[in-house]
């Protein structure tokens, strides 16, 4: 069993103006498999914030993967992927190149997502769109290779 946070990163979101959609998809996606999820969260585009949970899972709760939801766009608000930058040890950049792949082969809007993955302590972390479809595809794309390399995070026999 695999522990997992999923950390949704909206400012509408968090205020109620609009229901978190997307983190409910990654939670569904774990119903039935070697994953359960143990922290859900939602919070505003904020760096700090960001900073603070993606250190406070990896570090506090040590679960094996972290899955963000959001801020991977464009707008000036956008700074997930920088975010989870500032606090990575080492990038992972196949698991984001396999989602926009996978992604891109139905829409080109795929490209557009500046998600990264990386790891931090004994955690993985991937930041996914924010859009459902996007998360859907994206999850598609990974989940069933991330077993191997969890273990090889946690040092595990694989």
């Not at 949704?8 to 999820?37: A, H, L, M, N, Y």
């Not at 396999?98 to 993985?124: D, H, Q, Y």
């Amino acid at each position: 069993m695999y522990k997992v946070a999923v950390l949704t990163i909206s400012d509408k979101c968090s205020t109620g103006d609009r229901e978190d959609t997307s983190g409910k998809i990654i939670q569904d996606f774990t119903k039935d498999s070697p994953w359960k999820v143990v922290k859900y969260e939602v919070i505003p585009d904020e760096p700090d914030m960001i900073k603070e949970k993606l250190i406070q899972y990896s570090e506090e709760l040590k679960v094996d993967l972290v899955l963000t939801t959001g801020g991977t766009g464009f707008t000036a608000r956008d700074r997930t992927p920088e975010a989870t930058k500032e606090i990575i040890e080492k990038e992972v950049p196949g698991i984001p190149e396999a989602m926009r792949f996978e992604g891109f082969k139905s829409t080109n809007r795929a490209m557009l997502s500046r998600g990264i993955a990386g790891i931090r302590a004994k955690t993985l972390i991937i930041n996914l769109p924010g859009s459902s479809r996007g998360v859907k595809e994206s999850l598609e794309a990974v989940l069933e290779g991330l077993p191997h390399g969890l273990d090889m995070v946690a040092e595990k026999e694989h």
